[in-house]
């Protein structure tokens, strides 16, 4: 993640969520937190419980951070009351500002933005559309991910693999648009999250699953030489088990699918067709 | 068909369902967005890899220890000892290998056991340096509550704590100074043996080659088996025939980078020599303790004492204070025989006229001259008191160090010579693991006969970080024990000098306590200089001879 990319992200972090920026640099920002924010970061719960308990005004702190030391003002230090922060991919901040996105923007219900040029036609159907963005981890003494992205029609059933890149194309809105209708589901939402979990499941099955064998034979390799540490005792010791365990604990092959986020779009056009034009974020 | 197991975590699914009841609350599309754009930030692809690197940019790693990383997560399934020689930053390949298995979600709870002096340096290290959450165990529900322990094994292996600490199923541990954990008997090896982990890392810069036992118990505490059954062990490794075969099951789960290796630019090590000249009282002492030896050494009066005439000797070049506390110690036993007694009453009579010090005075003229931070490393706690005081006298500023030391004594101590004190007295057992690379002079005001232990003293300031030259100087008192070993032996297998690495060659040939062993034989049996010096000599040879059949193996290995 570049340097770039980091001030880009925060400032749609803490513009979304009610904190303006008050003051700009190619290398910092200058935010007002919202009280939620001050709440989520910066770690003063007895100010907040404080000042509910007399009821008293809030006045949620300022943060400022600093994401290109050089193109940062030079007196970035003492520009502001509080102390700057440096960010940059590593720093424990943005994984913070990143675990808060992600539970902020876990479920949406979105609908397709349809621009109508005719008055006279009759209202438009808008299908309903399950999406699951999927984090898939393949675990054993190493891990790897991949991200799955997977969208469901929940009227007849189709599925299509690499949804949200399709979907980044549409406008969408969070109310439904005038003169447009939603179709009903024939399969419910919540039967739709299974099918997705039975098919991606069945996805990965398929799959060519090497490392686990890998794996596997290492756990063997270990246990037996862990076997081969004891053979001189006639009956195997506690810790022989306790050290097997702690050997297939760390071998064991595992995938996890894990949802990062999801959720309803009602969708006009069908997202293989869909006209893709240039987004503006 | 062996397949991974399945998992499907169902956090979101249940929330959803619960939201589609309730009509809501329903997020913003914005956020929606940038939650997956950093999800697409933080995947990781590969299995093999470094992804740390990218997360601590501000921290410069050098390749010999990015490769070190490397090869414990891919080859070696994070089970390692790293025994990097002194000075080349393990703490950093720790801390990198650790970071790496903590972005990948592989590893959670850590137990990181350390000596008492370095648990502060520890934590504030990997916090500041690679951001991971480490605390100091100060209270026992820590083990519990926080994921990244440091604490010292003494602390550790007692109860509250041990049985706490059984409990939980770590996923790392560590352990610096690992080579200390060589005895299988010592209640410290035992505790560690029986830790739950996943993955384990060792730190310790002795190599351990050639000392077959302790390589065995300390392999056993990594990956019990990799060799073999102890009985096995001890009966297949008994010739040197195998140490071959050994030396490459070792290497499977080792690494130890050499200073003459890696492709950094090192400071210098100048080394001097500096010569100093008993005052005639002290050549006097000397000389009367050296006639105890003629007289009494082998008879049955000296034996049942466990000091050797070579002691007092040694102490004799270091202070009249330490000739003081053992002759006193001497003293004080009761069955001795008179005439000895006698005898040893004399000398202590000559030990309080002793009015001068002359390489007291040689120390204190140096650090005058050299006018910057200065560590002093001597052998005995008397010499270490004497000199503080010698020094205060002359408006010096000097503090000492010395293992026994808390481990919040020990953080002040460094932090007090870094601030304020010019001087920095050390004994031996204070030498471990404190880093002074501010520091460039380093006096050995005596010398250790253990050729490790010199260099765990030149690597406090000769190591990574460390940006200018380092000036090392050899005090040795002319006509004595010392003269001999400086000239005759460490000077001749060039133990300080820029050629390091050498270290290890000689340590392959012998081991450190077995060195020490014949150094002490040699000057106590021994019936006149000419007699040490040659065998001395020999003793060279045969270092060097060890050399040359390192050099011409490796050379072998290379066609």
Not at chain 1, 157 to 176: D, S
Not at chain 2, 188 to 195: A, D, M, P, S, T
Not at chain 2, 240 to 249: T, V
Not at chain 2, 279 to 301: F, G, I, P, Q
């Amino acid at each position: 993640m570049l340097q770039e990319d980091v001030h880009k992200y925060l400032k749609t972090f803490f513009d979304e969520n009610d904190s303006p920026v008050l003051e700009e640099s190619p290398g910092h920002l200058h935010i007002q937190l919202s009280v939620d924010m001050d709440k989520a970061l910066m770690n003063r719960p007895f100010y907040w419980q404080y000042l509910e308990k007399i009821g008293g005004v809030p006045n949620p702190w300022k943060m400022t951070v600093v994401t290109d030391e050089n193109a940062a003002p030079e007196d970035i230090n003492k520009r502001y009351e509080r102390k700057a922060e440096a960010i940059h991919f590593g720093s424990p901040r943005l994984h913070q500002v990143f675990n808060l996105t992600k539970e902020l923007g876990s479920h949406v219900r979105m609908y397709e933005k349809v621009a109508r040029n005719n008055l006279s036609v009759q209202s438009l159907p808008l299908q309903p559309w399950l999406n699951m963005n999927m984090k898939i981890s393949y675990e054993a003494e190493k891990k790897r991910d991949r991200l799955f992205s997977v969208g469901l029609c929940l009227t007849n059933g189709e599925m299509i693999e690499g949804f949200y890149n399709h979907l980044k194309f549409y406008p969408l809105e969070p109310e439904i648009p005038d003169y447009c209708f939603t179709v009903s589901p024939l399969i419910r939402p919540v039967s739709g999250v299974e099918r997705i979990r039975e098919q991606t499941e069945r996805l990965i099955r398929q799959e060519n699953h090497t490392w686990a064998e890998e794996a596997f034979a290492k756990m063997r390799e270990d246990i037996e030489l862990l076997r081969g540490f004891y053979s001189d005792s006639e009956e195997l010791p506690d810790s022989y088990h306790s050290e097997k365990e702690a050997i297939e604990r760390q071998y064991s092959p595992v995938v996890t699918i894990s949802v990062i986020n999801g959720g309803l779009f009602y969708l006009h056009q069908h997202p293989l067709n869909v006209k893709r034009f240039r987004q503006h974020w | 068909m062996n397949m991974p197991e399945l998992s499907f975590d169902r956090t979101w699914s249940d929330s959803f369902s619960s939201r589609l009841s309730q009509n809501g609350p329903w997020s913003n599309w914005n956020l929606f967005r940038l939650a997956l754009q950093a999800e697409q930030h933080l995947v990781i692809n590969d299995f093999d890899g470094l992804e740390a690197p990218k997360h601590l940019p501000h921290l410069s790693i050098f390749p010999h220890q990015l490769e070190a990383a490397e090869r414990v997560l891919t080859e070696m399934n994070g089970k390692a000892i790293l025994a990097d020689e002194v000075g080349l930053g393990k703490t950093i390949e720790a801390g990198l290998i650790l970071k790496e298995y903590m972005i990948r979600g592989l590893v959670k709870k850590v137990l990181i056991l350390v000596p008492a002096s370095l648990v502060t340096q520890w934590c504030s290290e990997l916090n500041s340096k690679f951001f991971i959450p480490a605390v100091e165990q100060r209270k026992s529900y820590v083990w519990e509550s926080c994921d990244v322990i440091v604490s010292s094994i003494d602390t550790a292996k007692r109860e509250p704590h041990r049985s706490v600490i059984y409990e939980q199923d770590y996923d790392m541990i560590i352990i610096d100074e690992a080579h200390k954990l060589k005895n299988k008997n010592t209640k410290n090896y035992q505790f560690v043996r029986g830790l739950k982990k996943k993955f384990c890392l060792l730190l310790t810069a002795t190599p351990v080659q050639n000392k077959l036992s302790e390589v065995f118990h300390l392999i056993s505490i990594l990956k019990p088996g990799h060799l073999g059954n102890e009985e096995g062990f001890t009966k297949e490794f008994k010739d040197a025939d195998q140490h071959e075969e050994l030396r490459q099951l070792v290497q499977k789960v080792m690494i130890r980078n050499r200073r003459s290796d890696s492709a950094m630019d090192w400071p210098k090590r100048i080394v001097k020599t500096v010569e100093i000249e008993f005052s005639d009282e002290e050549m006097e002492l000397y000389n009367a303790v050296t006639a105890l030896k003629r007289r009494w050494n082998k008879t049955h009066e000296w034996s049942i004492f466990p000091f050797t005439v070579l002691t007092l000797q040694r102490e004799c070049c270091s202070s009249r204070e330490a000739v003081y506390m053992t002759l006193k110690g001497l003293l004080e036993q009761e069955e001795m025989a008179p005439a000895l007694k006698t005898e040893l009453e004399g000398i202590m009579e000559m030990v309080q006229n002793v009015t001068r010090h002359a390489k007291a005075e040689k120390a204190l003229e140096m650090v005058q001259k050299i006018d910057d931070k200065v560590i002093i490393f001597t052998e005995y706690r008397a010499t270490q008191l004497y000199l503080q005081w010698y020094f205060a006298q002359h408006g010096i500023k000097a503090v000492p160090f010395r293992g026994g030391f808390k481990r919040s004594k020990k953080d002040w101590m460094k932090q007090l010579f870094k601030d304020r004190a010019q001087v920095l007295i050390a004994t031996e057992a204070g030498g471990e693991g404190i880093n002074l690379q501010f520091c460039h002079h380093m006096i050995n005001y005596d010398l250790p006969w253990n050729p490790m232990r010199i260099e765990q003293r030149i690597g406090r300031i000769h190591r990574l970080g460390q940006e200018q030259d380092v000036n090392i100087y050899n005090f040795s008192v002319q006509n004595t024990v010392e003269d001999h070993i400086l000239r005759t032996l460490y000077q001749k297998i060039g133990l300080f000098e820029e050629v390091i690495g050498k270290l290890d060659d000689i340590l392959e040939k012998m081991r450190e306590e077995e060195l020490e062993t014949h150094i002490s034989n040699i000057l106590n049996h021994s019936e006149s200089d000419g007699e040490v010096r040659i065998k001395l000599e020999n003793l060279t040879a045969c270092i060097e001879s060890g050399n040359e059949e390192v050099e011409s193996r490796a050379a072998g290995g290379r066609a």
